[in-house]
């Protein structure tokens, strides 16, 4: 069935062409060197230009690849950054097949590290699949021989290889125009992707491959507003725990405040609350998102204002030529970053350090359960590659006593990290949201280069945590 949202945007605007994918740390969004010619190149503050139907037409014929013919080798690709991956993926992924033996420890039960019990030497893999275009296996002998193993996946690996070509094709993505502000009699309905995107009034997505581009990029505020909005698809009857309702009630409060009778004249002077405070710690992909995606986190919310903190070794990875990192003053001693034009309603601040150097500096201090959460978005926690990034970091991410919102690839790395923060930290942690798929995850599938076995979803998964809160009751003697 077509979906029929209805149409909000009044003009069009050429988006940026994005190239996602997910790399040795995560998921790595790359701004690809793509836009057509003849449409001039948009800043954050400037308007819409409205394309004239004599240059859509010109922009049909410049493009690379046409809906029916996305479908090509990695190797053989007609774009210079496919090609240029296929060959990384070939220089350091490692053939499958069960008579290798293995290249490193497994991660997980499902790693196919575990397959190879086998004495020949680890082989990278230089045979392309003709069905998926992906390098999978090192000779076409171990694919065939390994074939049904690979069958798994096969058809979700050519759906990647077919999505990564139309995100470099050039055409023009519709599914990149957002929405404006949402007017309080509308109503947002967070049940699922297709009805936020109709209450949103999104434009029309009727093909499945523009709605799997355009919720890759929208998981990331859509994740967080379906957890702290006041309509969350998730209650105590779904997966919310009555500490969860306790810490998410109080942020509800903040986000939902009532009507104050405000208004332009000097009768209408109210005092407004402070802005909601979002830590992203250990921010990577979600830091690089154009603001535009991250604006309609802050429409869902049309009372309330956000302040979007991202924290991170990596939170300006793939951003250095559009921020050059600030030097370290007296003024401004952790180099901060510091985005305060995008709208009236949303501030973003990136600080490329460790959380826990900001903290015991007191940089944010104090924390306050009705105006802060804090964001992980694929954490790593329990992984071995990354865990000991955060040893220093979980226990004063506790201390907050705030809500922290977690998400991973699968529901093996969901519960591996609370594993790892257990065995961490003790008893001193509450489950405020228990761990199950996303209802805003990304519904486009992102491959590992490192491993083209490894297929992900972003956000497939959803969580919250919190430090253990001991409260003081009073009893007679």
């Known amino acids: 069935m077509p979906r029929t949202y209805r149409s909000a945007s009044h003009e069009a605007v050429d988006p940026p062409l994005l190239s996602i994918h997910i790399g040795a740390t995560g998921p790595v969004i790359v701004k690809e060197n793509l836009k057509k010619p003849q449409i001039a190149q948009l800043s954050r503050d400037s308007p819409a230009i409205q394309h004239r139907p004599e240059d859509l037409a010109t922009d049909r014929s410049r493009e690379l690849l046409q809906p029916g013919n996305l479908f090509h080798s990695f190797s053989d690709s007609p774009s210079p950054a496919i090609r240029k991956r296929a060959a990384f993926i070939k220089q350091n992924a490692y053939c499958p097949h069960p008579d290798h033996s293995a290249t490193r420890q497994p991660t997980s039960p499902d790693d196919i590290e575990v397959r190879k019990t086998g004495t020949m030497p680890p082989a990278h893999v230089r045979y392309e699949c003709p069905h998926c275009g992906i390098p999978v296996a090192c000779c076409e002998e171990h694919l065939a021989d390994d074939y049904e193993a690979h069958l798994a996946i096969c058809d979700t690996l050519r759906e990647i290889n077919e999505d990564d070509h139309d995100l470099v094709s050039g055409r023009f993505f519709p599914e990149f125009e957002y929405p404006g502000p949402q007017i309080d009699e509308a109503q947002v309905n967070l049940t699922n992707w297709d009805t936020m995107l109709y209450s949103r009034e999104f434009n029309a997505i009727n093909d499945e491959r523009s709605l799997r581009q355009a919720t890759r990029l929208l998981t990331y505020p859509a994740t967080v507003a379906s957890v702290l909005h006041e309509l969350s698809p998730y209650n105590v009857r779904n997966r ?21 009778g405000a208004g332009d004249g000097i009768k209408g002077l109210r005092p407004t609350a402070p802005p909601v405070r ?16 991250w604006q309609q986190l802050a429409w869902l919310f049309p009372r309330s204002t956000f302040h979007l903190i991202f924290i991170g070794p990596e939170s300006m990875a793939n951003r250095d030529d559009e921020y050059p990192l600030p030097p370290r003053t007296p003024q401004n001693p952790f180099g901060a970053i510091v985005e305060d034009r995008i709208s009236h309603q949303l501030k973003v601040t990136t600080y490329v350090e460790y959380f826990h150097n900001l903290h015991n500096a007191q940089a944010f201090y104090p924390y306050d359960p009705y105006f802060d959460a804090f964001v992980l978005f694929h954490p790593g926690l329990g992984h071995p590659a990354s865990s000991h990034e955060w040893q220093d970091t979980i226990r004063p991410l506790l201390d907050t006593k705030v809500p922290i919102i977690a998400t991973g690839y699968t529901d093996y790395d969901m519960k591996r990290d609370i594993e790892w923060v257990r065995n961490t930290v003790g008893d001193e942690m509450d489950i405020l949201l228990q761990p199950g798929e996303n209802r805003f995850r990304s519904l486009r599938w992102d491959l590992n280069d490192l491993d083209p076995q490894d297929v ?16 003081t009751q009073m009893r007679d003697s």
């Open 456 to 471: 992900s979803a972003g956000n497939w998964g959803v969580w919250a945590f919190r430090g253990k809160r001991y409260e």
């Open 278 to 293: 979002l830590f992203c710690i250990g921010a990577r992909a979600e830091s690089s998102l154009p603001r535009e995606v």
């Open 240 to 260: 919310l725990t009555p500490e969860g309702l306790k810490s998410f009630t109080a942020l509800q409060y903040t986000l939902h405040p009532p009507r104050s």
